[in-house]
């Protein structure tokens, strides 16, 4: 049985897909969203949710910036304000050796033109974070990035895309996909789906997305790790990482501490199961316990890892497909797409509705990717 009529199949329920779905929605489009398990199942609902522009990649820090604007006015985008707070985010140096590396990072980004990131002394680094270990002599600051919480964030975006008139269909897995004249025809084990654009937006399974538009991309997966403590009183407002270590450390509204940092579990993407490595993840609580030696007692309450797709370069793909008119992509992201979020959305949008966008994308093309794999071949 076909679906009734529609202009664009969304493959995938995480953030970047109800994302996309909400700014299509609003622009006119009639949107069915495909989530073969549910709404945030994987890398959305897992994320440690940084909004970040600190230390992006240059062709990332364009669309970055667009999109800290539209966090701090997330309200008027979606329903409710997801948590966010910006208390900043700092990249701390522990000693002298690590100087350089915040020097070098704020040249380059002064030297392109931006103002986003600045470089604090230990009085600052102090002021800002009274906790952490006076050992610490300097940070690398962006002050208007900060956190939301991801479940508020993922409650936010459905309820914001359903009420703009997008269909969510969760348990509905992708079997194949086809060209039916000049749509597109997504087939599901419970019905077909036929619609002129899709966007794939499928996390970890982008690739097979990709592949079954015609669009070979090479494309790995993470298992990125986190752990949470018991609660306690208020310690520290900034979001934390620190130079040389794998650490990304804040605290929650109900005065949880969550701790990641990119350390890496293992992860069966056919299972969609994967599983924390608590030696590895040691490593985080290591650093965190080094630059707030108050925290060591702490219990762990809960740690866990989630399954996200990763690209040889760490930036993502999104644009239109090379190969498939009317096909879209939008995954990726490595371990850094949460803030990303709204303007992703808006971008897509733009490349649907208009045909073309005016944010900078030109780094995070598909060919790229491509180029590389047949270079590599």
């Not at 600190?54 to 667009?66: K, Q, T, V």
């Not at 077909?192 to 899709?198: E, H, M, N, Q």
């Not at 299972?271 to 316990?289: C, I, M, P, Y």
């Amino acid at each position: 049985m076909s679906s009734p009529a529609i202009d664009t199949v969304v493959v995938g329920g995480g953030l970047h897909g109800l994302s996309a779905a909400l700014h299509l929605a609003r622009a006119g489009r009639r949107v069915v969203v495909l989530e073969r398990s549910w709404v945030g199942r994987h890398a959305s609902g897992a994320t440690a949710a940084g909004v970040r522009t600190l230390n992006r990649d240059p062709a990332e820090i364009p669309i970055s910036l667009e999109a800290m604007d539209m966090w701090h006015n997330i309200a008027s985008i979606v329903d409710g304000d997801c948590g966010f707070h910006a208390f900043g985010q700092i990249n701390v140096a522990e000693y002298p050796s690590h100087l350089p590396a915040l020097e070098t990072r704020l040249a380059m980004v002064r030297a392109a033109g931006y103002r986003h990131e600045e470089l604090i002394d230990r009085a600052e680094l102090l002021r800002l974070v009274p906790a952490i270990s006076p050992h610490c002599i300097a940070g690398l600051i962006a002050r208007l990035d900060g956190a939301a919480d991801p479940h508020r964030t993922l409650q936010a975006f459905r309820r914001s895309a359903e009420a703009a008139g997008v269909t969510i269909h969760e348990g509905l897995a992708v079997t194949a996909i086809e060209r039916a004249g000049a749509d597109w025809r997504v087939r599901t084990p419970a019905r077909d789906f036929v619609a002129p654009t899709i966007v794939n937006a499928a996390g970890a399974w982008a690739g097979k997305i990709a592949a079954m538009l015609g669009d070979e991309i090479p494309l790995g997966h993470k298992a990125s790790m986190m752990i949470v403590t018991e609660r306690i009183a208020p310690l520290l407002k900034p979001v934390i990482s620190v130079v040389g270590r794998p650490l990304s450390l804040k605290q929650s509204d109900q005065g949880t501490l969550v701790i990641g940092g990119g350390l890496q579990g293992s992860a069966d993407i056919e299972a969609q199961k994967s599983v924390v490595n608590f030696s590895e993840l040691a490593k985080g609580a290591r650093a965190a316990t080094d630059l707030f030696p108050s925290i060591g007692p702490l219990r762990i309450v809960r740690t866990w890892t989630g399954m996200e797709a990763k690209t040889e370069d760490h930036l993502p793909v999104v644009g239109a497909s090379p190969n498939a008119s009317g096909a879209y992509h939008a995954f990726g992201f490595s371990g850094h797409g949460f803030q990303l979020v709204p303007v992703v959305g808006a971008i897509l949008a733009d490349l649907i509705v208009r045909g073309r966008t005016d944010r900078v994308i030109e780094g995070l093309s598909a060919e790229r990717l491509m180029q590389r794999q047949v270079a590599h071949a």
